[in-house]
Nanobody
């Protein structure tokens, strides 16, 4: 299973970015997909997650600024608005994947995309 993330970059405070993540490989189904982030010297934290039924959950720091959405079973987006300097981090896409009918779910992680918020 591969998770390809894109859309990171450099943006000024108050700006916006849209991240995308596409899953590929031997996938029967995906239960949930989402984003975590890790800044230098800090622990990884949940940004947002969306389930196969469309239920979403966000980290407390998001406060309505980010929106996660799902284009199809294997592609998600994270629209980030009103970005702050403290949002600077590597954003990593992850998914809970089932590779065969009735099989166990296992977590899969992408390589991440850098988001830098700076003036």
């Amino acid at each position: 299973v591969q998770l390809q993330a894109s859309g990171g970059g450099l943006v000024q405070p108050g700006g916006s970015l849209r991240l995308s993540c596409a899953a590929s490989g031997s996938i029967f189904s995906i239960n949930a997909m989402g984003w975590s982030r890790q800044a230098p010297g800090k622990q990884r934290e949940l940004v947002a997650v969306i389930t196969s039924s469309g239920t979403t959950n966000y980290g407390d720091f998001v406060k309505g600024r980010f929106t996660i959405s799902r284009e199809n079973a294997k592609t998600i987006y994270l629209q980030m608005n009103s970005l702050k300097v403290e949002d600077t981090a590597v954003y990593v896409c992850n998914a809970d994947v089932r590779t065969e009918p009735g099989g166990s779910l296992f977590p899969s992680w992408g390589q991440g995309t850098q988001v830098t918020v700076s003036s």
